[in-house]
């Protein structure tokens, strides 16, 4: 497992803002000690047991921290396939895809979500955009048939009984690409709403989850020039600008 942690602790360390008295701070060197020495000593089974074991430890060994927060994004890595069989030591990265989380413990309670980030999904076909406002400022054309391309960025809130996080993540992340493969989409607020709906169905530990899903263009590029038509098959990806489609699916 490959993890960025970021910890923030509130508490009681005001008098080293007021009049420079650290007696209370707990340094930043010494809480990035802490990730490593926990890692060493526990045994976890996911990203947000990890973050739970760290808010836990914080929070009951230090009385002047108040609440303590841990976000961890996880790179993708599989074993390489040889055969049919998962090699024991030999890795493939996931490129830009990452498992998300973060977890609060406080004197209020708990908090957990989990989430996924970078999760890059195409499709060539089964996409459309049309009949959408037309005024002095439109000048994109009606598509009935469009590349459909997208960095997934989703977040979704635990309830308090889950228990399996590894099982709840694979089980979103397989009904997000699902749908989003299957579902003939009119629009990616369309698509995107089928795919949270998907999400919530596949695991019921989950309370809602928010989608930000960035229309990452793919523009026909002209061959007229060279005495050629293009009919949907040369194209060229654009970084910007683009629109940012987002929405939150919830349970009633």
Not at 45 to 54: K, R, V, W
Not at 100 to 121: M, N, R
Not at 128 to 147: H, N, P
Not at 216 to 240: A, C, M, Y
Request: aromatic share 10%.
């Amino acid at each position: 497992m490959e993890m960025s942690v970021d910890v923030l602790l509130e508490g009681d360390f005001a008098e080293s803002y007021l009049t420079g008295d650290n007696r209370k701070l707990i340094a930043t060197d010494s809480m990035k000690n802490t990730v490593y020495v926990l890692a060493k000593e526990n045994e976890f089974a996911s990203i947000e047991d990890f973050a739970h074991l760290i808010c836990r430890h914080f929070c009951k060994t230090y009385p002047q921290v108040e609440s303590a927060a841990v976000t961890i994004a996880q790179s993708r890595w599989e074993r390489i396939e040889l055969d049919g069989k998962k090699h024991p030591h030999a890795f493939v990265g996931g490129d830009s895809e990452k498992r998300t989380c973060s977890v609060k413990i406080g004197k209020q309670g708990a908090t957990a979500t989990g989430g996924i980030s970078g999760l890059e999904v195409l499709k060539t076909t089964d996409s459309e955009f049309s009949d959408f406002v037309t005024d002095r400022y439109r000048t994109l054309k009606d598509a009935k048939d469009r590349i459909f391309a997208t960095s997934v960025e989703a977040s979704w809130t635990y309830g308090q009984s889950v228990s399996d996080f590894n099982g709840c993540y694979a089980a979103i992340r397989a009904a997000l690409l699902a749908t989003f493969a299957t579902h003939y989409s009119l629009s990616v607020q369309q698509t995107l709403l089928a795919m949270g709906e998907a999400a919530l169905a596949a695991c019921g530990d989950v309370r809602d989850i928010e989608l930000k899903m960035p229309n990452q263009h793919r523009i026909p590029f002209n061959l007229e020039p060279f005495g050629l038509k293009n009919s949907n098959e040369i194209f060229v990806p654009t970084d910007e600008p683009f629109g940012m489609i987002t929405g939150v699916v919830a349970r009633k």
